[in-house]
């Protein structure tokens, strides 16, 4: 009597038709609350996904965890309802130990993860987006966003797999994120030049490629003074630069320019330094002598 009342106390049934009984309320109960989350909790997630136009890439993780919780809920209560005891009261001293330890060798890792779900519900940035951090050092376009790492594409063919917290933590410059983007770039002129035609001949330039706006338009600022030139800063707006290659058009921008400067006779000068001083030539004789002179005696 003392062995089947410490049995029932701790929560288990003594003979085989017991333990039979508890195995098959705990397998039907697992299996109705496992159903139970498949045609309810997860077609509900997807709602919320869609109403949040979260993309695809991001509900994967994010379903894999809520499906894990369902798992754990469903053995919990399976549980109780095969007459085992409650099983979280029975975890919950391990599950914090556990979880003190996880936290304290996996603080990176959370911390990453957290992260991770900031970038998905603040959408600083998309997959084929152009970002910029480490002000400016780094810069890609971004191929893959986990819940850990985020993996860009540098510009030399390069794979970066970046933490997500460092893209959290430090600012990220997107410059694909609105509809239009300004680029700038200055045009150094000889002192000599007119300025007037080189403004001239700047936003013509502009307006002729068919993929720099009209509106907002070009415009062109005297902005240095330089020892050798005199910098002209064209100013202008490239239209949709997530799809645009806006690179490659600044390029042609560019080179149309100094085209047009060298058929107008526009210099682009380069910096330039004037050496003084004195050379004197003489016979071999008197250069051994003056090297003579000049070695240190013993």
């Known amino acids: ?15 085989p038709a017991a333990a039979i ?3 098959i309320r705990f397998l039907v109960a697992f299996v109705a609350l496992v ?3 498949r045609v309810v909790v997860l077609p509900l997630l997807d709602r919320a996904f869609e109403t949040r136009d979260l993309e695809p890439h991001a509900r994967r993780p994010l379903k894999k965890l809520v499906w894990f919780g369902v798992l754990f809920g469903a053995i919990a209560a399976a549980f109780g309802f095969g007459g085992y005891g409650n099983f979280l009261t029975s975890l919950a001293t391990i599950a ?3 979880a003190l330890a996880i936290g304290i060798a996996m603080q990176s890792v959370i911390s990453n993860f957290v992260a991770g779900v900031f970038i ?9 987006d152009w970002i910029e951090w480490q002000e400016g050092e780094y810069s890609g ?3 893959d966003i986990s819940l850990r790492v985020t993996r860009v594409r540098t510009f030399d063919n390069e794979l970066v797999t970046v933490p997500n ?3 959290t ?3 990220v410059k997107n410059p694909v994120a609105k509809d239009k983007l300004r680029r700038k770039f200055v045009f150094g002129i000889g002192y000599d030049d007119d300025i007037q035609k080189a403004t001239d001949i700047i936003i013509e330039e502009a307006r002729a490629h068919d993929e720099i706006l009209d509106d907002p338009e070009p415009s062109v600022r005297l902005t240095e003074l330089n020892d050798s030139d005199v910098g002209l800063q064209s100013r202008f707006w490239i239209a949709d630069p997530s799809r645009a290659d806006f690179m490659k058009v600044q390029g042609e921008y560019v080179t149309a320019v100094k085209e047009r400067f060298d058929a107008e006779g526009i210099d682009i000068p380069y910096p330039y330094r004037v050496l003084e001083g004195g050379l004197s030539v003489g016979s071999a004789d008197t250069i051994g002598a003056q090297a003579s002179a000049n070695e240190p005696a013993e």
């Open 21 to 23: 009984d508890g195995a």
């Open 120 to 128: 998905f519900t603040e959408k600083p940035f998309r997959i084929g």
């Open 141 to 143: 376009v971004v191929e």
């Open 169 to 171: 933590d430090n600012a």
């Open 35 to 37: 159903f139970l989350g």
């Open 165 to 167: 917290s460092e893209l």
């Open 96 to 98: 914090a130990a556990a």
């Open 1 to 15: 009597m003392v062995l089947e009342g410490a049995l029932v106390d701790v929560g288990l049934r003594p003979g």
